[in-house]
T-cell receptor, first 117, second 112 residues
């Protein structure tokens, strides 16, 4: 069965410090991968999605970047954190396969709660 | 992608059916309706999805109106663990991205 791992679960970082959040998926190949952010009391905001290694699309211009060095590894980074980067960060995957992938749901990790102080 | 409208909150008595509505009046013919839920401090969990026919799985039933402009998620016997934010999402098979746009959802409070 497929599993998604996301770490760390919680993180407190000072303003201006770097960030690296990692997500890995097991039990599937060539997944679509996603990073979402959820600010307190708000809905989910798509940040990045990737359909393959080094193929990443950014949905919202911001202080963050994403990389996919391996097929099942997705990394969210920042060189200098801002207070506004605080939030709940979620990694997700879905099966690929062209239009048929739309009959495949997103599967989310348990998230990283980031507090920038 | 079609926009969805959900009530911000609902209450349900434990053991009773919870019926969560969703309006998607601008849905197009090949867009799917998906339902997810998010329990506090956890990642969203997939519940069910459908295109035009009603669907049922071990978690819930999805009723889609004939004109597909609205749908209802039914939790047949709600428990306290079903307290969560429920998201109704409509997606279009465009390209190969599969990205979803989550709105504010419905906060379901199951009460004893």
């Amino acid at each position: 069965s497929q599993t998604i791992h996301q770490w760390p679960a919680t993180l407190v970082q000072p303003v201006g410090s770097p960030l690296s959040l990692e997500c890995t998926v097991e039990g599937t190949s060539n997944p679509n991968l996603y990073w979402y952010r959820q600010a307190a009391g708000r809905g989910l905001q798509l940040l990045f999605y990737s359909i393959g290694i080094d193929q990443i699309s950014s949905e919202v211009p911001q202080n963050l970047s994403a990389s996919r060095p391996q097929d099942r590894q997705f990394i969210l980074s920042s060189k200098k954190l801002l207070l506004s980067d605080s939030g709940f960060y979620l990694c997700a995957w879905s099966a690929r396969g062209g239009i048929s992938s739309y009959n495949s749901p997103l599967h989310f990790g348990n998230g990283t709660r980031l507090t920038v102080t | 992608d079609a926009k969805t409208t959900q009530p911000p909150s609902m209450d349900c008595a434990e053991g009773r059916a919870a019926n969560l509505p969703c309006n998607h009046s601008t849905i197009s013919g090949n867009e799917y309706v998906y339902w997810y839920r998010q329990i506090h401090s956890q990642g969203p969990q997939y519940i069910i999805h459908g295109l035009k026919n009603n669907e049922t799985n071990e978690m819930a039933s999805l009723i889609i109106t004939e004109d597909r402009k609205s749908s209802t998620l039914i939790l047949p016997h709600a428990t306290l663990r079903d307290t969560a934010v429920y998201y109704c999402i409509v997606i279009h098979p465009r390209g190969n991205t599969g990205k979803l746009i989550f709105g504010q959802g419905t906060t379901l409070q199951v009460k004893p």
